[in-house]
Nanobody, 120 residues
Framework: VQLQASGGGLVQAGGSLRLSCVVSGLTFSSYHMGWFRQAPEKEREFVARINKSGSSQYYPDSLKGRFTISRDNAKNTAYLQMNSLKPEDTAVYYC??????????????WGQGTQVTVSS
């Protein structure tokens, strides 16, 4: 199983980025997908989750309105659209796949991460 995250980079505050996560080695449409992030010297933080069909999304209150998770089951890909980025959004962003229906923890498979840096 491989989860390949990409799309990170350096962006100015107020800008946008779209992250992608291409999944292989499993039946993508059978897995819920999540995004997490980890900033230096901080614990990993839940960012967003989308269910198998893409009909339901979940975000922590702190990120609602700025981040949008989506998926394309035909392309085995999940996305994270990030708008109005802030310096505190700087972190390594990870995608993860979950079979059981967890929302914020206990995902089954993880990608390698993509760095997002937001300059002030």
């Amino acid at each position: 199983v491989q989860l390949q995250a990409s799309g990170g980079g350096l962006v100015q505050a107020g800008g946008s980025l779209r992250l992608s996560c291409v999944v292989s080695g499993l039946t993508f449409s059978s897995y819920h997908m999540g995004w997490f992030r980890q900033a230096p010297e901080k614990e990993r933080e839940f960012v967003a989750r989308i269910n198998k069909s893409g009909s339901s999304q979940y975000y922590p209150d702190s990120l609602k309105g700025r981040f949008t998770i989506s998926r394309d089951n035909a392309k085995n890909t999940a996305y994270l659209q990030m708008n109005s980025l802030k310096p505190e959004d700087t972190a390594v962003y990870y995608c993860a796949a979950d079979y059981s229906g967890n929302i914020e923890r206990n995902y089954d498979y993880w990608g390698q991460g993509t760095q997002v840096t937001v300059s002030s």
